[in-house]
């Protein structure tokens, strides 16, 4: 299978700093999978896993960005957003990776203990599918909100970030009712990057039993110079700020 998809860019899709956000690459690349598998006269399944290399930043414009969707031989769709020049050049935006719910149930994940900063979440009416659940991009925003709201509490905010990679596992479908929490740490702390952990944690699943985890992230956040458009170094004051909250291992 290979399908191609353009997509509309819209204002509303900006970051602070002019360019595409990164949950909104995620949409992109959720339409054009909508648009593939009804190309493919095939029904949606829902989505388990999604990885996203972000390779350049796309600003707005009022051509579509392409979006190349093809399935591998393990049956994980792969995305390409990018733009094909004249010349036989391209310039990759983002690269997707995004692996579907197998036959048989997902299994149940209880949340790390390590991971201690709580970020309580609010789900909105907008967030629900048309089954009634969060649907991914919506868990993936959450996540960001929860990443963003850590970083201030942490007092770590004061250059900025952006996402170079991000890995989310959608494990249990939740709704409007389930009364939700992020908990998020520090995984890896390197020269100009570090990797935020994070689980979106139903805390009273079906009334009251045992915590479960509905979703989880890893998201590596690279320092970046507004000015150059470019990585650099992690300041000392980053680093005080962020390494008693690596967690251990």
Not at 127 to 140: F, H, I, K, Q, R
Not at 244 to 248: E, F, R, T
């Given at each position: 299978?290979?399908?191609?998809?353009?997509?509309?860019?819209?204002?509303?899709?900006?970051?602070?700093?002019?360019?595409?956000?990164?949950?909104?690459?995620?949409?992109?690349?959720?339409?054009?999978?909508?648009?593939?598998?009804?190309?493919?006269?095939?029904?949606?399944?829902?989505?388990?896993?999604?990885e996203?290399?972000?390779?350049?930043?796309?600003?707005?414009?009022?051509?579509?960005?392409?979006?190349?969707?093809?399935?591998?031989?393990?049956?994980?769709?792969v995305?390409?957003?990018?733009?094909?020049?004249?010349?036989?050049?391209?310039?990759?935006?983002?690269?997707?990776?995004?692996?579907?719910?197998?036959?048989?149930?997902?299994?149940?994940?209880?949340p790390?203990?390590?991971?201690?900063?709580?970020?309580?979440?609010?789900?909105?009416?907008?967030?629900?599918?048309?089954?009634?659940?969060?649907?991914?991009?919506?868990?993936?925003?959450?996540?960001?909100?929860?990443?963003?709201?850590?970083?201030?509490?942490?007092?770590?905010?004061?250059?900025?970030?952006?996402?170079?990679?991000?890995?989310?596992?959608?494990?249990?479908?939740?709704?409007?009712?389930?009364?939700?929490?992020?908990?998020?740490?520090?995984?890896?702390?390197?020269?100009?990057?570090?990797?935020?952990?994070?689980?979106?944690?139903?805390?009273?699943?079906?009334?009251?039993?045992?915590?479960?985890?509905?979703?989880?992230?890893?998201?590596?956040?690279?320092?970046?110079?507004?000015?150059?458009?470019?990585?650099?170094?992690?300041?000392?004051?980053?680093?005080?700020?962020?390494e008693?909250?690596?967690?251990?291992g």
């Open positions: 299978m290979r399908h191609l998809f353009a997509c509309d860019l819209r204002w509303a899709d900006m970051d602070a700093f002019g360019h595409v956000n990164n949950v909104t690459y995620a949409d992109y690349l959720r339409e054009a999978r909508l648009a593939a598998a009804e190309a493919e006269g095939a029904r949606p399944a829902r989505v388990l896993a999604l996203i290399d972000y390779r350049a930043p796309l600003v707005f414009r009022p051509e579509p960005a392409l979006v190349e969707t093809t399935m591998n031989a393990d049956g994980v769709l995305q390409e957003i990018a733009d094909r020049h004249e010349d036989g050049g391209r310039t990759v935006y983002a690269r997707g990776r995004t692996t579907l719910v197998p036959d048989g149930a997902v299994p149940l994940v209880r790390d203990p390590s991971l201690t900063g709580r970020l309580p979440v609010t789900v909105r009416a907008r967030d629900l599918g048309s089954d009634g659940y969060v649907d991914e991009v919506a868990t993936l925003e959450l996540l960001q909100e929860a990443r963003v709201a850590y970083a201030d509490a942490i007092g770590a905010r004061d250059e900025p970030w952006v996402v170079g990679r991000s890995e989310t596992t959608f494990l249990r479908p939740f709704g409007r009712r389930s009364s939700c929490a992020v908990y998020a740490g520090i995984g890896r702390l390197g020269t100009s990057s570090f990797v935020i952990l994070t689980e979106l944690v139903d805390e009273a699943p079906d009334g009251g039993s045992e915590p479960v985890v509905v979703a989880s992230g890893h998201n590596v956040m690279v320092g970046f110079d507004p000015q150059t458009q470019r990585s650099r170094p992690l300041t000392a004051h980053e680093r005080a700020h962020l008693p909250h690596v967690v251990a």
